[in-house]
Antibody, heavy 121, light 110 residues
């Protein structure tokens, strides 16, 4: 069974940094791209970032480009999202989701349970 | 990348059918067969219900079906049941090798 478990969320002040992690199990980790998707309180889903199976290709939403960095450690079956220069509008539940291919992601399945990031002073 | 356009809400009575639309552009919905639909119950993670426009993952009821015409994709739920009440989101692969989601549709079963 594929499982994804996010961690690292919490309360951070505007301008601060936070590093999210997603631990995966149940599949050949290095063979699949992974995505981060967020959901602000009471709002819809917003795609944030994708990383290819090797980690060599990464993509970001314009709203986080230059502030967020996605990475992965295939030896530990873990993907990370380093979030810098955080803003109030980054407040959201952040989900990790498995892609369906090595470098191209056309869907997210399954999803982790999410981790809440709150940016507030 | 602009979000795909979905109606904010739809409703139907048990046993009825409803359809949720999802409109994008030729750079996403219209350009690829990679439209997915997700169901999200309150406080839960999204669940994949339809992929590649009209395919159902194993375990998803055949009451859920998908289609696409031009830049608009649709999710149809037939034989509405109380447990179908949830938020539904469409998503599409884009020409930038990214994903884009719709704004979400709240389904109310009357």
């Amino acid at each position: 069974e594929v499982q994804l478990l996010e961690s690292g969320g919490g309360l951070v002040q505007p301008g601060g940094s936070l590093r999210l992690s997603c631990a995966a199990s149940g599949f050949t980790f290095s063979s699949y791209a992974l995505s981060w998707v967020r959901q602000a309180p009471g709002k819809g889903l917003e795609w944030v970032s994708i990383i290819s199976g090797s980690g060599g290709s990464t993509y970001y939403a314009d709203s986080v480009k230059g502030r967020f960095t996605i990475s992965r450690d295939n030896s530990k079956n873990t993907v990370h999202l380093q979030m810098n220069s955080l803003r109030a509008e980054d407040t959201a539940v952040y989900y990790c989701a498995k892609g369906n291919g090595y470098s191209v992601v056309t869907l997210c399945d399954p999803w982790g349970q999410g981790t809440l990031v709150t940016v507030s002073s | 990348q602009s979000a795909l356009t979905q109606p904010a809400s739809v409703s139907g009575s048990p046993g009825q059918s409803i359809t949720i639309s999802c409109t994008g552009t030729s750079s996403d919905v219209g350009g690829y067969k990679y439209v997915s639909w997700y169901q999200q119950h309150p406080g839960k993670a999204p669940k994949l219900m339809i992929y590649e426009v009209s395919n159902r993952p194993s375990g998803v009821s055949n009451r859920f079906s998908g289609s696409k015409s031009g830049n608009t994709a649709s999710l149809t739920i037939s034989g509405l049941q109380a447990e179908d009440e949830a938020d539904y989101y469409c998503s599409s692969y884009t020409s930038s090798n990214t994903l884009v989601f719709g704004g979400g549709t709240k389904l109310t079963v009357l």
